[in-house]
Structure formats: structure tokens, C-alpha cells
């Protein structure tokens, strides 16, 4: 039998080893066979930063007391088994050097009993140089992010073992993100050495990073520093103390700027939200509480969108992602249509009845949602991003998603386009004449019914370009409309009517303080806390934050 | 009555911009009890705007507003001074169109003005008489049962002015009462206000310069905020500055 | 009859309070229930609750018909007036609910004894509710307290108009929110329900739900008189006066915002009321109740029945929900379109609503065959008693 086995194997092995699979594998290969600790140590850590899996599972299977090895007369081939096994307890072998199965002289992969089996030797310092290679495989993942995230993680192990690995990795990293996570990890393991010059110097280091990584085991050095200044010495205190202030305040700036960009982003939408109900109400005096169904129409409309190149292209790829421009357009003109819709058939009868349009509007509302829930159900429908505005950027430390970038990108494009609309076009022209005095405009001929009509088209055009938006960083259900029109009416009665400049400083400070208070108070508070606020703000000044000034009495 | 040197009104100073556009700029005025006194001036000149600072409306950057001995009006609201006994009649009539005509009155009468009073308050025979006698000067006692929004535009204004009389008012401000008026009409509320003057002080903001003519002992003229001249309507028509300013003949820089 | 009420309506009210006070109760304990006559014990609760809503559809229309101010927030004022009456309702549950504790089901639930150890769990702010005339009082305080406080900061600095609808709405809807949370100690969104005793009888029984149906119709009766006699005093005028022209109330030496703090005030408390008889027949309040699309439901109950007059909003809260019980069992999916469209066009074709429907009649009927000459006299007074 054995010498049966022996003959196969032999065939087997004179096949040639291709030059790709050489170095690791055939590293370990020899690591294994070797019987001297100082070659296995070598080649064994020969191995850290392999990109090959195959060395990972054998590593782990040698340290584990898997890996096997099949002696023919002079010839030893180190192999594993492989998972499945049959149902006479039967499992293939794998060979290391090229992960192909062992096969006998028909080319019939040969079949092993566990309990037959000797395992190859690992004496318990291999055992640890093993760990250590395997804790460091990461450390040659061809994916940068992921070998960050894995050197971070190794460093916050404070293991010196690592040290001579991580500079030897430093040597030959390009990825200057990596490198920087390096030197992060080699000073934090620093940090842990008894060498008090050593370790003040590292402490110094991870405080000029402003390494957020570090912090709490700079925290914890400074606490046990204090507990027993004889061990730690002076100069370690005061080193890890400044370090944690500065990473400290640094934290602080990034979550500062990083809720600002939050409440930024929440400006951005509550602004071409709010832009469009300012103006209509700044012109015609009247108040549509539908305006919130409106940008529900733009978002389902970016949803069909959506759908429709899903159906053209596929879920993914390049047709797919410019489906957002699409629906960013399509939700313009099908929410503008609405609008246009909405002032012929029920705004315009009730031009300066700020009251009766309220509650016209809202029947509208109640009329619109229903209407969605019946063609699109009453859940949430899914928008997903297109590629380009998934992801984000980090800067500092701070995260900065794409889509939140582009939603503030284009909220200013609005802003400007919405003020030279308004400033110079003949119809801005028009708009701010009818605004100031419709009936002085109506004589001098200007057509007050189409200026209204425009408008009215033009504001609930922004609104749906809002809910497009906001299908982006937000749900998309029916009732979307309702979870932002108070804030939007709110932002109204701050900016004052008419005012791109007031509602621009609106819906800065609605969003902001929202997002300044969430953390604090949590986000019903917060909501709860800004409504409060924006009473009282109206108790000193009560026409918003800019009044234009209105020389009528009875205005 | 008192000595002529006590000012009913006085506004020494007073100043007031909206957005760097300057309203009132540095104005003084000074009006005699019992006087009847036209302001006219062009725009934009700030003649309601001076209204708004008397009655409370607005509040003067700048500038001292007294009214009687010294009484400071700058510190108080619209209420707190109408109560003072300054009356103020819009430009466009401002009556309740809901209610009667004699209900109109019957609101602006003298008396206590709180919550309470006026839920149990009755109305008494003589402040019926009163209302009468207000309904018999602005000629409406045959109105009395209409509801005010029924009225004309000209009764309105008329029914305007015997609200304030109602108050029994020491100050009368009266923003263009003929506007809007047939001619007939006109002369009519002209007579009734040089009626009501000497019992009254009253200042009127007018336009049309027939009926300015028909009213007017003296007359002030306020241009961009500040007193231009003051004088009879004869001095004030044939004054240079005046002419300039109402026909735009820049003869002389200024 | 007293001098405000003019004899027919006189004799309207007196009708219309036998049949419903004396008449209808009557029908429901001593007719047999196979009778054709018979008023079922549902549906005579389900009109107890109609008498609440035409309550809190009154005290609506006292601000908005009589004084122009559309408050989006009265149903905020009507769930709290329910929520003062539904605390003690809570405590006399005693030890049925499912936990057999002391303290209400949910304060077990929600781990209260752990929050409140030195009360065995209930919140101290819920101790003195165990007294029925300390929740009877608070049904009255508490709106009122809440809606001097708005108004104050409101009418102060002379927010009105829609601004005062917004602020009302933010208001209604920030306390939604607040009612929303389980940590506010008011059962979170299930609210306040398995009631079992008020005052010691069983809130189920068919007598104490009769009783609570008198009591909710005595309740409308005296909202409606003393509005009557309230609005046809100098007062009242004064509030119409406001509602046409503010400022020339306000140069007239009045200072508007005391009387509209003041109706502000009473309406919070007349809807306060309704609410608290509207929880014991409904069994529940819950923060659903008080958000504002309540308070704009029944803001167009009065604009359907017609506004500026006390009869319109009963109408209105009665005919629409009805239409509503009706409309929510027959075909629920369409109610939502029914309301939508009655709004729209209410606001369009029927600005005075149902009541004002004969008067643009006669208007239409002027426009198109009328004799334009009659249209310029002087328009009839006949409710103008003070008129010499």
C-alpha cells in the first residue's frame, strides 16, 4: 500500500512548479521541512505580507497541527487536507507548494484518514512566530484601506514583537495614508516601552499626529503615570497630558466641523425647500401647505427615475449612475407641473387670503399623499445612490459623504440661479414688480396672472428638486412631505417673505441649531428646543430675521 | 385758554432711517392747541411716517416727541397714546365693516377700554345721546342701522372721522381725507374739519391743494424729512424752495 | 328667554335640547332594544363624541370665525384637557390592569419603580391626580396655562395672521413629539386607555356612558349660550372688530392683544373641556389625537358648517364626522380624498359654509335675474337689539 502511494506521488511531484507560485509558498515549504529554529524563524518571517491565501491556510493549519506531510523515499511534501470529508472520514490532500490535490497513478486524488495522519511539527516558538506572521498578514493586503484598518488595529495591540515588521513595511509601502497609520502603530506600541525616552518621544509623536486612535490609551498612561510617577517619571505625565489635549481639542474641532457639515447639508435641503415656498408667499400672499407633497413628488419622481434606468441599463455602471441628473431635471418639471396644476386650479382664487389657501393647500396635501400611497404603497421605496455619490471624503479625520457635498453644491447653484433669475431676467424683472405692487405692476401691463403662474411653477420646480435630493440622504414614503414642512414654514417665518438673503440665513440657522442640539438632546428635543427658540427669536424681532419694509398700514 | 406758549405737539429732532434710507431726517415741528395745520409735501417726503412716530407706530432713532406740558410719546405704544386722546384716521377708511354704523361709534366712545369692562359693560342713555350727537356732526344719523361696509367710500371716511370724534380726542391726525372723494364730498369734510378745529387740534396730510386752499391757516411743507417752510397757503405756493421741490426746477444747486 | 337670543332661535335651542338632553337618553335606557325606537348604547357614545368635537369645533370658530386667528393648535388643547381627565382615569384602575399593580400598566412596563423608587414608581407629578376635582381642575388649568403662555409671547410681539397659524401648528406639533416619548411620562404613543372607573361607576357601563353623554350635551349647551351671550357684548363687538381691522381697533385705545389673549385663553379652556368628557366614552387619548391635522380637521368642521356664527361649527363637527364614521367603515381607502376635496372646495365655493349656503343663493340668484337697484339699500339688521 504504501509503496503503491510512494510510486504515484512521485508522478505527481515531477510535474513542474510554475515560477508564479515560487517564493511564499515554497517559504513555507522549506520553513516546515527545516529542523533548525533559526532558518524557520527566518523564513518564516520571510512570509509576513504574502498576498496569497493559500500561506495564510497553511500557516494557520500548521500552528493549528493540520498540515501533514507526505514522505515518499526522499522526498517530503508538506500538504492539508481539504474541508470536505467523505463518509468514510476520507479527505482529500492539498499540496501546499501549488494547492493542487495529491493524486495516485490513475490521476485519482488520493484519499486520507485523519487519525492515519502525523502532523508536522511546530514547537511552541514556532507556534508564536507563526501567530505573529498570521497577525501580520494583513499587513500585505493588496487593498490599502483594509491594510490600514488592519495596521491600526495591530498597533493598538502594543505588541513589540511587531515592531521590526511594521518599519520593514515602511521601508516598502507607497501608499502615504498606510505609511502615516504606520508610524502611528509603531509609536502607540512605543508607548507601551519601558524605555522612558522612547516612550516620551512616542507620546510626543502620537500627540503632534493628533492620533484619535491613541487617545484613549494616552488617556490610560497618563492615569496609571499619575497613579505611580516613580515608574513612569515626569516627563511621561507631562508629555501624555499635552499630547491628550491636543488630540482632545483636535477631536473637537472635527466633531464641530463635522456636525456643522451635517447641519450644513440640512440647511442645503431645507433652503431649496423653503426658497420656493418664501417666494410664493412673498408674491402672492398665499401659503401652500402642499408644498411638503410637492417635494414628495420630486423624490418619487427621482424613484421612477431611478426605476427607469434600472430597466435601460442595469443597477449599476455608468448609464445607471447618470440617472440622478436625469431625475434631478425630470423632478423639476414634473414637480413644477404639479405646481402649475395646483395655481390654476385651486391658488389663484385665493390671491391674498393667506388663511383660505392654508387650508385649500392642505386638503391638497391630504389629496396628494393618498393618491402616492395608493399607486406606490404606504412604505418606504428604495433610491439608491448612484456610485459618484456614495462613498465620501475624509479630510482630518472627518468624513464627508458625496451625496451630502453634492446636496450643498447644488443648494448654492440654486441660491445664485434662484437670485439671477430674480435680478436679471425680464421675469425676475416682472416677479419683483408684481411682489411690491401688483396692481401698479397689472396697469403698466405687466401679465400679473403669468408671473404668478411662472412663479408658482418655479417654486414648487425647487421643491421637487428638494425631494429629489432628499431621496438621496433620506426616506422616501408618502408622508415625506409632513417630516419636512414645518421646518421649511419655520424657516419662512424666520427669513421673512420674499428674501432669498432671509431665507438663505434661515434655513442656516434652523439646520445648524438642529444639528448642533441633536447630539445633546437628542432629536426630538432638539426639533422641540429650535421651535422654542424660533418663538422667542419672533418676540424681538417679529417680522423675521430681514423685513422689507411695508409702507401700508394695513398690510 | 392757556398761555400760547404751551405746544399740544411738539417733535424737536427727530430722526428715523429704514435701511439707510432716511424717513425722517432731523425734524422739528411745533403746533399750537386748538390749531388746525395742513403738512403737505411731495412723496417719499416722510408725512406718515411722522404719523407713525406721533401715534406710536414707529419708534424715532433720534429726537424728542412730546405731547402737552411733557408728556413723552416716544416710550409708549399705540393704545397707551391714542388713550392720551390722540385720535388718527387712516388713508384708506379703516372702519368695522361688520358692524353697524352706530356700533362703530358705539366702540370708539370714551370710556374704559379693558377686557373686562367691556364685557359688562350696557350702553347707557347718554353715551347714546353722545353717539347721536357724533352720528348728527358727520352726517349719518339716517345710516345708523347700515353696516359699515355698505357705506360709500366718502361716508366711510366721514364715518372715520366721527369715530375719532367719538374719543373726544384733544389731538385730531387725519391722512388724506379727501382722497378719493367727489368734489362735492370734498367740501364737505373740509367743513366739517374747520368745524371741528378750535375744539380740536388737527393736523391733516392732504394732497389736493382746492381743498388745502379751503381748509388751511397754516401750512407746513416737509421735504426728504425735514421742514421745508411753513406759512399760509399763499406764502407757501409762491416760495422758491417750495416751487422747486413740487415742480423739479433746479435752477440753483442746493 | 334671556335678551341675546333672539325668540325663534330661542325656541330652536329649547328643541334641539329636549330632543337631544332628554329625548334621546330616554330613547336608549327605557325603550326595548328590539324596538325600532331604540338608541343603542354605541350610538349614543358615538354622538356623545360628536357633542366633544362640536365643543372643540366651537372653540375653534370662537377664534377664527369671531376673531380672525386660525390656531392650528386647539386639538393640542382638547388632548390635554383629555390627558388631565385620562391621569385620573389611569389611577382608578387600581390593580385590574394586566400587571396587577399599583401604578398603571405602563408605568410598569416602562420601568417606572426603577425611575421613581420614592414613589413606587409613579411619577410625583402624577400623585395628586388620584383626587378627581385636582384633574377636573387641571382640565381647565392646564390648556389655559399653556395657551397664556403662547399666546402672551404670540399677541406680545404681534405675530398674526398665518404667521400665528404656523407658530400654532409648531407648537401643536412640537408637543406631539414631546407626548410621543415614553421618558414623558404620559404611556408614550399608546397613551392613556383601559379606563374602568370615574368616579367610583364603571366608565363601561350603559348608565355612566348615558350620564357622560348628558353631561357632554349640557356641556355644548352651555359652550353655545354663554358664547351667545359673550359675542353679542361689547366685547364680542370688539373681537368682530379686530377680526375686520386690528389697527383701527388698536388706535382706538385698545389693547388688541389682552382680547385676544383673552379668547385665546377661553377657547383653550372651552376645548379642554370637550376633550376631557371626549376621553372617559372613547376609552383613549393618545398623542394621534392632538397633532395638527386634528386641529385642521376641525378647523374645516366649521368651515363646512360655515364660520362666524356658533350653529355653523356643530353642524359642521357633527355632518362631518358622520360622513367620517360612515365613510371610514364603507370605504376607508377613499376617506382621506373625501376630506382633501371638501377642503378645497369648501374654500372655493363655500366661504360661509353650509350655514351661509341660503344667503349665496339668494346672491347667484341676484347675480342672474336679480334687480341691481335693491342691491344699494341698507341691509337688514334684524339682530341689533341695542339700536334705539
Known sequence: ?????????????????????????????????????????????????????????????????????????????PFLLDGTIDANSNAKGIRII????????????????????????????????IKVALDLFALGNANPKMRRDAITKLGQEQNADYLPH????????????????????????????????????????????????????????????????????????????????????????????????RGLSLSAVLLVAALGLAITFGLMGVINMAHGEVMMVGAYTAYVTQNIFKGWFGASGGGFDSYFIAALVASFIVAGLVGLVLERGVIRFLYKRPLESLLATWGVSLLLQQLFRHIFGAANVQVSSPSWMSGSYVINDVLLAYNRVFVIGFAV???????????????????????????MASCVGVRTDRVNMMTFAYGSGLAGMAGACLSQIGNVGPGLGQNYIIDCFMVVVLGGVGNVFGTVSASLGVGMTDQILQPWLGAVMGKITVLGAIILFLQWRPAGLFVTRSRSLES | ??????????????????????????????????????????????????????????????????????????????????????????QTPSVYIDHTVFENILLSLQGSRSVWSTIFSRVTASQRERIHEVLKTIGLTDRATWKAGALSHGQKQWLEIGMLLAQNPKLLLVDEPAAGMTDEETAKTGELLMSLAGKHSIIVIEHDMVFVRQIARTVSVLHQGSLLCEGTVDQVQSDERVIEVYLGRKKKAQ | MTSFLPKREALLV????????????CLNAYVPPDSAFHVSNFTLTLYGKYLCYSVLAIGVNLLWGYTGLLSLGQALFFSLGGYALGMYLMLMIGKLGQYKADIPDFMVFLEFPARFPATAGLPPHWIPFKSFWFAAAMVIIVPAVVAY???????????????????????????????FRNDFTFGGNNGLTDFKFILGHEVNSPVTKRWLYIASGVLLLSVYLGLRWLTSTKFGMIQRAIRDSENRVLFSGYATANFKLFVFVLSAIICGLGGALFVPQVGIINPSEMGPDKSLEAVVWCAVGGRGNL??????????????????????????????????????????????????FRELRKKLFGKPAAETGPVAQPVSPKIP
Not at chain 1, 440654486?414 to 408684481?434: H, K, N, P
Not at chain 2, 403738512?39 to 412716530?53: E, H, V
Not at chain 3, 329649547?14 to 337618553?25: K, N, R, S, Y
Open chain 3, 14 to 25: 329649547v328643541i334641539a335640547a329636549f330632543l337631544g338632553l332628554v329625548v334621546l337618553p
Open chain 1, 413 to 439: 447653484f440654486i441660491v445664485v440661479g434662484t437670485y439671477l433669475l430674480l435680478t436679471r431676467t425680464s421675469l425676475g424683472l416682472q416677479i419683483r414688480a408684481v411682489m411690491q405692487n401688483r396692481a
Open chain 3, 311 to 360: 350653529l355653523g361649527p356643530i353642524l359642521g363637527a357633527i355632518g362631518i364626522n358622520s360622513l367620517k364614521s360612515y365613510a371610514t367603515h364603507a370605504f376607508a381607502e377613499q376617506w382621506p380624498y373625501i376630506l382633501g376635496a371638501l377642503f378645497v372646495f369648501v374654500t372655493l365655493f363655500m366661504p360661509k359654509g353650509i350655514i351661509g349656503l341660503p344667503e349665496q
Open chain 1, 98 to 129: 501549488d494547492g493542487e490535490p495529491l493524486k495516485d497513478a490513475d490521476g485519482r486524488p488520493l484519499l486520507f484518514v485523519t487519525t492515519d495522519l502525523t502532523p508536522a511539527d511546530a514547537s511552541s516558538k514556532v507556534r508564536k512566530l
Open chain 1, 166 to 261: 511594521f518599519e520593514a513595511r515602511t521601508k516598502i509601502e507607497t501608499d502615504k495614508e498606510v505609511i502615516q497609520s504606520l508610524v502611528e502603530a509603531v509609536a502607540l506600541t512605543q508607548v507601551a516601552s519601558e524605555d522612558a525616552k522612547v516612550r516620551v518621544a512616542a507620546i510626543q509623536k502620537l500627540g503632534e499626529m493628533r492620533s484619535i486612535n491613541s487617545v484613549s490609551f494616552l488617556k490610560q498612561i497618563e492615569t496609571d503615570a499619575r497613579k505611580t510617577p516613580d515608574k513612569f517619571g515626569p516627563e511621561t505625565i507631562q508629555a501624555a497630558h499635552a499630547a491628550v489635549l491636543a488630540i482632545d481639542s483636535y477631536m473637537a474641532w472635527g466633531n464641530l466641523f463635522g456636525t456643522a457639515f
Open chain 3, 149 to 179: 403662555i403662547f399666546g402672551w409671547l404670540a399677541f406680545r410681539s404681534r405675530i398674526k395672521g398665518v404667521y400665528f397659524s404656523i407658530l400654532s401648528q409648531a407648537l401643536t406639533y412640537a408637543a406631539t413629539l414631546m407626548f
Open chain 2, 1 to 90: 385758554m392757556t398761555s400760547h406758549k404751551q405746544f399740544i405737539l411738539s417733535l424737536e429732532g427727530v430722526s428715523k432711517s429704514f435701511d439707510g434710507f432716511k424717513a425722517i431726517n432731523d425734524l422739528n415741528f411745533y403746533m399750537d392747541e386748538g390749531e388746525l395745520r395742513v403738512i403737505i409735501g411731495p412723496n417719499g417726503a416722510g408725512k406718515s411716517t411722522m404719523l407713525d412716530i406721533i401715534t406710536g407706530r414707529t419708534r424715532p432713532d433720534k429726537g424728542k416727541v412730546e405731547f402737552g406740558a411733557n408728556t413723552d410719546l416716544t416710550e409708549l405704544n399705540e393704545y397707551e397714546i391714542n388713550r392720551l386722546g390722540i385720535g388718527r384716521k387712516f
Open chain 1, 1 to 77: 500500500m504504501l509503496l503503491m502511494l510512494t510510486a504515484v506521488a512521485w508522478v505527481a511531484l515531477a510535474r513542474p512548479v510554475s515560477a508564479a507560485d515560487f517564493s511564499p509558498r515554497t517559504n513555507l515549504v522549506q520553513a516546515i521541512l527545516s529542523e533548525d529554529l533559526a532558518e524557520q524563524t527566518q523564513l518564516i518571517q520571510n512570509l509576513i505580507g504574502a498576498e496569497d491565501p493559500m500561506v495564510q491556510q497553511a500557516l494557520t493549519a500548521w500552528r493549528g497541527g493540520s498540515v501533514y506531510i507526505f514522505e515518499t523515499n526522499d522526498t517530503k511534501v
